[in-house]
């Protein structure tokens, strides 16, 4: 859906062209159709429809640019004038509109294996009318870019329900149907405190709860005994690192963005801890970072992926007392990072209660931020956008 010309930007074009798949095209804007009709006449296991998805039939105003064809074409006027068109470069057609059903009718298909959405501003209303079913696709890709937090927040709910797991792209969602329903499934509830829809979430999540049995077990089996780690907090000081692991090595860690995750200042310093970091100014200066896991692909942290090994496991232990480790999904980090894979490590979740009283300790504050000072200025900044109080403020607001 959104197929443009068949070429541009498309995300599926090598699937298309390297394998005999039977498929429907549909893109809405009409002098872009030729062009994909130019593209694929030689392929008769094609069916494209020149038309738009919606949730009925019938016809729709749709809006396009006048000289230029351009992939951002919407039934939203002010998607093109946020793209930098003015009002006089935007013209208005009439097109079809087809539901997801009648365009599977029209190709003579009852169901199919991959749905691809890319329809600029109006995904959410595609992806909805999707009657999952039906047509229980097993990869559906979309992109999660423009949609609302709430209404992304629904539809990974829902897809979720059907059985779906997610890996998430830069711009793109993969939701993937498992065929066989997972026994432990962790319900999840987003931070109120963080103003966030406080609605619970089911999330396939592979976790250990402190104090992690059966952790060796599973890194012996799956990681040759090491521990691949997403650290957020002041594991990103090596100084600090090495007190209790001495076999950390920080030239060894390289910045990545662990998505579903929201960092938090509301993990309360063990006594151990302050007695190490010195007493805060008030009672109340006292917490350390921790995160949740919300599964939701516009949630992301800056921070280090490290291999911790087999022998520094048990001071790592002792270092984190209380917290659980859950796998999450790593990108790399920074605008110039040309690796888009996606990778698992463990990220420290802490379960407590968010007491929006807490405020950051000052020392354990300057821990973290020289240690992602030491990736670099932008990397720290990153740090400070992505960090929130428990009482909901950013990290950087606190800081002003």
Known sequence: VGAFDGEEGDAIVHLIENYPARGVLVEPQPRVFARLCK??????????????IDSEGGSRPFYLAKDADVQFASFDRGHLLRHGLNHNEIEVVDVECLTINDVLDRAGMESVDLVQVDAEGHDYAILRSIDLERVAPRVIRFEHRHFDRGDLTEWVDTLAEHNYRFLTEKLDVLAIRSEVEEPAILKMERPAALGEPAQSRRARLLSFDYPWAGLEDHL????NGR????????????ASAVRTMPGWRGE????ANAV????????????DAIERYGPGPTPQHVAALGVRAT???T??????????????????RQRETGYRLTEVSIT?????????????????????????ALLPHPEYLVVCREGAASFGESFRDDFDRTTFLADGRRLIDYLS
């Open 39 to 52: 593209r694929h006449e030689r392929r008769n296991d094609l069916t494209l429809v020149n038309a738009a």
């Open 220 to 223: 012996a089996a799956h990681h």
């Open 227 to 238: 521990l691949p780690l997403f650290a957020y907090g002041s594991l990103l000081n090596a």
């Open 252 to 255: 060894e860690c390289r910045p």
């Open 260 to 271: 579903g995750l929201v960092r938090v200042f509301n993990y309360p310093l063990t006594p």
């Open 295 to 297: 599964g939701l692909p």
């Open 299 to 316: 949630d992301r942290v800056n921070g280090l992926v490290y291999s911790l090994a087999a022998e520094d496991l048990e001071g790592f």
């Open 332 to 356: 790399p980090w920074g605008e110039g990072a040309s690796d888009n894979s996606i990778s698992k490590a463990f990220a420290l979740e802490y379960l407590g209660p968010d007491d929006p």
